[in-house]
């Protein structure tokens, strides 16, 4: 399955005095570019919380390597690193999308859980997402 890169435009509430992205604006990139590939997948969020899977974060990692400004067009390639029956993570690079110059590299990392925040075994509960999920790691 081919998973496009998302692609986004930087406006100008999402930066600083100086014009650059301000750092608590890039988890809220990362989720976007999670969310996105989830639908190319055919997992879209709502979907699965309408099965009864949530998928908090447990952990977030930014490492920033250049700016990003005010105007700039950033692609986010987020690929799926891990996979278990209980968790999952994911890293990501921001580029330019012009100059395909690395921006800043992520990492996230994702529980399983029910609608009553327990921990769930999806490689048994939904093995067909599980399946589809699988497919994605690189």
């Known amino acids: 399955m081919e ?3 998302y692609r986004r435009m930087i406006n100008y509430y999402e930066t600083d005095q100086m014009q650059v992205v301000h750092h608590s604006n890039y988890a809220r990139f990362l989720e976007e570019a999670r969310l996105d ?3 190319q997948a055919g997992l879209s969020y709502e979907k699965m919380e309408q099965m009864g899977i949530i998928i908090p974060v447990l952990e977030l990692h ?4 250049d700016a990003i400004h005010y105007g700039d067009e950033i692609i986010i390639i987020p690929e799926f690193k891990s996979l278990s ?4 993570s994911l890293d990501y ?3 330019d999308a012009y100059t395909d110059a ?8 994702h529980a ?3 609608k009553d925040f327990k921990p769930m ?3 048994k509960k939904f093995p067909d997402v599980y399946s589809v999920m699988e497919s994605l790691v690189k």
């Open 3 to 5: 998973i496009k890169p």
């Open 37 to 39: 590939l989830m639908k």
């Open 121 to 123: 075994n999806m490689k």
């Open 85 to 88: 029956a209980v968790k999952f």
């Open 93 to 95: 690079e921001i580029r």
């Open 62 to 65: 930014d490492y920033y390597k």
């Open 112 to 114: 399983f859980l029910d």
């Open 102 to 109: 690395l921006k800043h590299t992520a990492m996230t990392s």
